[in-house]
């Protein structure tokens, strides 16, 4: 497991990052005390999978229902295909 300080961690993210992508960890320290761990994602993990864990570990909450904003229907298109013909039908239907 590799280690870096704070200030190694700001200066060299990327190499860090780098290296977490081929699988390795790095552990952050803190005037030599381990203060965070940074790890690959299992790549098995399927979204699903990660937010159920998060859910689990109480970092989110997840939405009981979807949302209650829906779409206004298509637009239909005139027929010469002008859009400011499609927009002046819009705005006689009065559609928002």
């Keep these: 497991m590799k280690t870096a300080t704070i200030s190694q961690a700001k200066n060299h993210l990327s190499e860090l990052l780098a290296g977490v992508k081929r699988g390795e960890t790095v552990l952050i320290l803190e005037r030599d005390r381990p203060i965070a761990r940074i790890v690959p994602i299992e790549a098995s993990q399927s979204d699903d999978e990660r937010l159920a864990d998060l859910e689990r570990r109480g970092i989110i909450r997840r939405a009981a229902r979807p949302p209650r904003r829906t779409l206004p ?19 006689e239907e009065a559609r928002y």
């Design 73 to 91: 229907p298509p637009i239909d298109w005139p027929e010469s295909g002008s859009v400011v013909e499609a927009l002046l039908q819009d705005r």
